[in-house]
């Protein structure tokens, strides 16, 4: 179930500071999807874009999607030490399909 | 989207034992998903459950450790069987609602612990 890569496996920054999180896929796609995880608990989806978007915002996130690299980023700027949690990519390859999740990437975000 | 109340959140095992944990979604589901997740780790599928037949398991898990029931379109248990240290984790239920774009939704997450 999972095909995504994500880098880094983990970032320690700075509350304030700009934060960049990865993740590569190996399919086409419908979407690719952001998640965030607090600790232990159920993943919250955060930002959607679709496989024809190149960016798309939405408050202090910033996700951009690159299909002929088969890649996406993840930035959050501003950072606070709420935003401090487990990020995931989800890849949909189409309705037919089980979402398929990335590693993950344990960010956090020192006062 | 869906609301999915999981329980328990939490637990602390007996090696040997068995637990079940329950999960019950707001809307009717076709399929739910069943996750295991170890400290810092992604999220590895268990079975996907679908109701009126046996769940299908992944690679590496078996019914007989991991009995899933899926009794309505609405909830699901699984029970993670004769216990041992090395099943402490995070188990998550997931229903994904499908349409235009297919969107994740999970339940609260149980910590066991089994010592």
């Known amino acids: 179930s999972q095909q995504g890569e994500e880098d880094p496996q983990a970032l320690s920054i700075q509350e304030g500071e700009n934060a960049t999180m990865n993740c590569s896929y190996k399919?086409?796609?419908?979407?690719l999807q952001w998640y965030r995880q607090n600790s232990g608990r159920g993943l919250v989806h955060l930002i959607l874009?679709?496989?024809n978007e190149r960016e798309k915002h939405s408050g202090r996130l910033r996700v951009t999607l690159d299909t002929s690299k088969k890649s996406s980023s993840l930035l959050i700027t501003a950072s606070r030490a709420a935003d401090t949690a487990s990020y995931f990519c989800?890849?949909?390859?189409?309705?037919?399909?089980?979402?398929?999740w990335g590693a993950g990437t344990k960010l956090i975000i020192k006062p | 989207s869906a609301v999915i109340s999981q329980k328990p959140s939490r637990d602390i095992c007996q090696r040997g034992t068995s637990l079940t944990i329950q999960c019950q979604v707001d809307?009717?589901?076709?399929?739910m998903f069943w996750y295991r997740q170890q400290p810092g780790q992604s999220l590895t599928l268990i079975a996907t459950a679908n109701q009126g037949s046996e769940a299908t398991y992944e690679s590496g898990f078996v019914i007989d450790k991991f009995p899933i029931s899926r009794p309505n379109l609405t909830f699901s248990t699984l029970t993670v069987s004769n216990m041992s240290p090395e099943d402490s984790s995070i188990y998550l239920c997931s229903v994904e609602v499908r349409g235009a774009n297919t969107e994740a939704f999970f339940g609260q997450g149980t910590r066991l612990t089994v010592v």
């Open positions: 989800a890849t949909d390859r189409g309705s037919n399909y089980q979402l398929i």
């Open positions: 874009i679709r496989s």
């Open positions: 399919t086409s796609i419908n979407n």
């Open positions: 809307s009717q589901v076709t399929m």
